[in-house]
């Protein structure tokens, strides 16, 4: 059976959006969440999650996503994950590449091919997310211990804590998920 013949899994509200997007595409079972911040002064998803949701569409094949005119009811169904190489700029959603990382290390494991996840953004991490080196000291040896002996998670370049984006010269961070 496939995922859009399943009926929806619906849900209500912003908690754990990106833990309920990626066990949707585990499962692959579609997904409704309604009233996402419906009450809020700015209903909707806000633009780290909608960061998210068309980072896990680059991941996937063959996904279904309806996001309605407010931001406040997103629809997921999800495909295919087709590995391969991804590279996504976390930078204008505002959260470092520790945030995006951490959701996806999951669905690594899991591709047709072999991932190569580039990352651009703050690789120093905030009060809501690790940062990229800490993912690479501590999630990245439980990959290897789950069966994915070449997984890496390397740091092309380093963004200070306080860098101005609008700067001249500015250089955002880089990671690279690496995943077989």
Sequence with gaps: MTSAARPPLRFSGARDVRAR?????LARRPVEIRRIRA???RPGLRKDEASFVRLLDKLTS???ISIDETGATLRYAPGSLTGGPVEHDCGPSGRPVGWFLA???PLAPFGARPLSLTLTGKTCGDRGARSADALARCAVPLLK???CAGAALELGRREAPGADRSAAGYMPGRATLRCP
């Design 62 to 64: 063959g996904s279904r």
């Design 39 to 41: 009450d809020a002064e």
């Design 145 to 147: 211990a789950f069966g």
């Design 21 to 25: 997007l990626v066990l949707a595409t």
């Design 103 to 105: 959701a996806l290390l």
